[in-house]
């Protein structure tokens, strides 16, 4: 049997037709997008079509994206270049306890120099209460930074409500939509933000590129400064190939959200059910309907993530045990954690996320081989555990599972 791909939130395939789109920006229209001659010309207006792409997904202007390495530089520049730009307006930003690190390692940058930063929590299915973040602005507040669906645990965040509730404020927000676009509907206008980050590889694009979407009137500081690329905002000669890519995943991201992924919602339920019917003291981990369309993360308790993920790999299983960035990184996750998770429960966790390529035959596979791997996996924890302790306890107190 081939190899079974269920790990669509860390990257997805790049599609075929995003790779033809791409090959002749890397073999004839090689150009520089700033040049003036024919090639510089027309390798622009490769570029220019990509803009015009990708700010139809969003329902954004051309002229609102800039073009960046992906999401994390995304979500740098619009933290710190906020920062860098409104400190003597205030110095307090809000995020969430749950943001990728590529949100919250600027913010703790930003704490270590001299700003304030409000980590929200969230409740035991990892959502953010408007109604926190109103209380938690302050008169000194220029930013909030809160992402639209998390990567480990698959919840969608309310950011329209938050979105109403920081416009009438008059105070910037930023929003990470590197999971949600290309998944479900990301527009600009509905959710009420001012910036937001967005990555090819999550939306079957290729590496290294993504834009940030910044409302016009919006004003940053540029990290990245040169050659004036971007309308001055990153320099150094784009990634043409690259951005050529993301303009073709856009587009097919377009028209694949031009009717709601039924198919993956079902495969996706399919799991939750299996998993919750054949296997006992497993935890659905996140909101149970206001989640991403093919995510599923599950705890089982006396069960160590890394070996399960290891031991699926084995039979020819890609998944991942919380996110792609917790792999090489020790310790619990701190979304499962915010979350009101024991450090051990939060170790037992194994997310599988769906994409177009997968079929109900690989989650068939998938649902039979899964109920005797926790066993077994369970009867060696349970050899190993000190006397008295029985790691099946280790249960959230506040979690009942639907
Ligand atoms: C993957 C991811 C990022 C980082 O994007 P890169 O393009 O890999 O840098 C940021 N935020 C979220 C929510 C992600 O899932």
């Given amino acids: 049997m081939k ?24 073999k004839e229209t090689y150009g520089n997008p700033s040049s003036s001659h024919r090639m510089g010309k027309e390798a622009r207006r490769g570029m220019e079509n990509a803009r015009e792409q990708v700010a139809a997904l969003i329902g954004a202007r051309p002229d609102e994206i800039i073009f960046t390495s992906g999401g994390t530089e995304s979500n740098n520049v619009a933290i ?35 700003f304030d930063v409000t980590f929200l929590p969230v409740d035991e299915s990892g959502m953010v209460d408007p109604e926190d973040v109103q209380r938690a602005i302050r008169t000194d507040t220029i930013l909030v930074s809160i992402m639209h669906a998390n990567n480990e645990i698959g919840t969608i965040q309310p950011i329209e409500e938050i979105g109403r509730i920081l416009k009438e404020r008059g ?10 676009a ?3 509907p990301v527009d600009v206008e509905n959710l009420g933000c001012d910036m937001l980050s967005i990555s090819a590889h999550k939306l079957y694009g290729p590496k290294g590129v993504g834009c940030l979407y910044l409302r016009k009137g919006t004003e940053i500081v540029p990290l990245i400064t040169g050659g004036g690329q ?7 000669t784009e990634n043409l190939p690259g951005i050529v890519g993301f303009g073709r995943a856009a587009e097919l991201a ?16 399919r799991i939750i059910d299996g998993i919750s019917e054949r296997i006992p003291d497993s935890y659905l981990n996140g909101h149970r309907f206001r989640r991403l369309p093919g995510h599923v993360s599950f705890s089982f308790s006396g069960v160590d993530g890394k070996t399960l993920v290891s031991m699926l790999d084995e039979k020819g299983i890609a998944a991942s045990s919380g996110s792609a960035c917790h792999s090489d990184s020790p310790g619990p996750s701190h979304v499962l954690k915010a979350m009101g998770y024991s450090d051990q429960l939060a170790q037992s966790t194994l997310r599988v996320t769906l994409g177009k390529d997968n079929d109900d035959r690989q989650v068939d596979y998938f649902l039979a081989i899964l109920p005797d791997i926790i066993e077994a996996l369970r009867n060696i924890s349970l050899e190993l555990a000190p006397e008295g302790e029985c790691p099946c306890e280790d249960q959230p107190s506040r979690y009942h599972q639907e």
């Fill in 254 to 269: 377009r028209q694949f959200l031009n009717r709601v992924p039924w198919e993956l919602v079902l495969l996706r339920d």
């Fill in 230 to 236: 971007e309308r001055d905002y990153r320099g150094g």
């Fill in 182 to 184: 290309g998944r479900i």
């Fill in 171 to 180: 105070i910037l927000f930023h929003c990470d939509a590197v999971q949600s």
């Fill in 80 to 114: 710190l270049g906020t920062a860098y730009r409104h400190w003597e307006k205030g110095r307090h930003i809000i995020t969430t306890a749950i943001e990728h690190r590529a949100v919250l390692e600027p913010c703790k940058f930003l704490q270590s120099h001299g």
């Fill in 3 to 26: 190899e079974i791909y269920f790990d669509h939130s860390a990257t997805t395939p790049v599609d075929p037709s995003v790779v033809e789109a791409m090959m002749p920006y890397l």
